[in-house]
C-alpha cells in the first residue's frame, strides 16, 4: 500500500509538472549541490562533510516517527529536484525504487547506507533456549534436561514450546547500520567519495572535513569500546524495539529487548516480559533503556517489577524539533549515549 501511494503521488507531480510547465530546476556549474538525505544520520554526516558547500535537506520532518515514512507529492518534488538522494535502504525503504524509476531522473545518484558495510540479518542476534523447567536462558541448542525447551522467537516476538516451531520468514537485513561508530566511519568515507565525484571543485574541503570528522567518529569508537572494557557486566536490556544491533556485536555486549529490531508490534508476550523482568533481577541489571519518542509502556512495566532505572539510548533516527533547531548532532546524541551505556553497565 505504501508502496502504490509513493507511486501514485509521483504519477500526481508527474502530471502536475506536466500541465503547468514546471520543469526541474537545472544546477548551474557554479551552484551548489542538492542533497536530499531521507533521515537524521545521513542528513547530519553530509551537513559534517560538506557544510554550506551543499543544499542539503532532510526528507523526514523533525519529531516525525521514521517508521512506515511515505513521502508526499512535495517529498517527490525535492527528491525531483536533487542531485543525489542518500536512504538507508532495505524493507523500511521499498518505496525509493519504484520513485526513482517513475521519474525517470538517470542524472541524478542514489545510494544506500546498507551498501556501503557489511550488513547483519535480523535474527543473528539470538536465537537463543528459554528453558521453562530450569529457568535460564540457554545459548547452547545442545543444552538438554530429557524436556521440552521454549525458544524466543525473533521473527514472531514470542516464545514456543519444542525445536519443532518454523517459519518461512524473509531474510530482512537490520537497517540501523549507523549506530555503530565504525559503521559511521566507512559511510563517511564512502559519502566523501561520492560527493567529491558529483562536485569535484570541492572535493579537497571536502574530503579535508571528512578526515577531521572521522577522526572524532574514531574517538567516539575508542568511548565505547572503554566503557565496555571497565564495566562491571556486558548485559543491557531494552523494554522496548531494538535498533542498536550494531552497537552490541561491535562492542561483545550481550542485550534482551521486547522487540527485535525496529518491528511495528507495540504488545510484547507475557512470557516475554516476564523474562525481560527476570533477567533484570537475576543479574542485578540496574537500566532499563527505552528509545527517543517511545511511549516507554513496557519499559515502565520492567522497571517497576524490578526497581531499575529507566535510561533512553537514542537511535538516531530522529530527533525532535528543537533538537534539530538547536543543532544537535549525531556526535552530540552518540557521546550522550556513551554516559547512558557507562551508567547501565556498572
Known amino acids: 500500500m505504501r508502496i502504490f501511494s509513493a507511486v501514485l503521488a509521483t504519477l500526481v507531480v508527474a502530471l502536475s509538472l506536466t500541465f503547468t510547465g ?78 526513482l524509476a517513475s521519474l525517470g531522473r538517470e542524472d541524478m545518484r542514489s545510494v544506500a547506507l546498507l551498501d556501503l558495510v557489511e550488513v547483519v540479518e535480523h535474527g543473528h542476534d539470538h536465537h537463543s533456549d528459554f528453558c521453562e523447567e530450569c529457568e535460564e536462558y540457554h545459548n547452547d541448542h545442545h543444552h538438554a534436561h530429557g524436556h521440552h525447551h521454549h525458544h524466543f522467537c525473533y521473527e514472531c516476538e514470542e516464545y514456543h514450546n519444542g525445536h519443532h516451531h518454523h517459519h518461512d520468514h524473509e531474510h530482512h537485513y537490520d537497517e540501523h547500520v549507523w549506530t555503530c561508530p565504525r559503521n559511521a566511519v566507512l559511510i563517511v568515507r564512502a559519502l566523501t567519495e561520492i560527493l567529491s565525484e558529483l562536485d569535484p571543485d570541492n572535493a579537497y ?51 534482551f529487548a521486547a522487540f527485535s529490531g525496529c518491528c511495528v508490534q507495540t504488545q510484547a508476550s507475557p512470557a516475554t516480559i516476564a523474562f525481560l523482568i527476570e533477567t533484570v533481577q537475576r543479574e542485578n541489571i540496574p537500566v532499563v533503556f527505552h528509545i527517543e519518542f517511545s511511549n516507554r509502556l513496557i519499559a515502565n512495566v520492567i522497571a517497576e517489577a524490578t526497581g531499575a532505572r529507566l535510561l533512553e539510548l537514542h537511535s538516531l533516527h530522529n530527533v525532535s524539533h528543537a533538537d534539530f533547531t538547536a543543532g544537535v548532532t549525531y556526535l552530540d546524541l552518540m557521546r550522550r549515549n556513551v554516559e547512558m551505556l557507562r551508567e547501565a553497565l556498572n
Open 22 to 99: 514546471c520543469e526541474r530546476p537545472v544546477r548551474t556549474e557554479e551552484g551548489p549541490l542538492r542533497v536530499v538525505a531521507t533521515i537524521f544520520p545521513q542528513f547530519d554526516f553530509v551537513r559534517q562533510i560538506a557544510g554550506d558547500r551543499v543544499e542539503l535537506t532532510m526528507l523526514l520532518s523533525p519529531g516525525a516517527e521514521s517508521h512506515g515514512f511515505d513521502p508526499s507529492p512535495r517529498d517527490i518534488i525535492t527528491i525531483n529536484n536533487a542531485d543525489l538522494l542518500i536512504y538507508v535502504g532495505g524493507h523500511g525503504d521499498e518505496w525509493v525504487a519504484p520513485i
Open 205 to 255: 574541503f571536502f574530503r579535508a572535513n571528512a578526515v577531521a570528522y572521522i577522526a572524532k567518529l574514531e574517538e567516539l569508537d575508542r568511548a565505547f569500546a572503554n566503557v565496555v572494557a571497565n564495566a562491571a557486566r556486558t548485559t543491557v536490556v531494552f523494554g522496548d524495539r531494538f535498533p542498536f544491533l550494531y552497537l552490541t556485536r561491535s562492542y561483545g555486549l550481550t542485550h
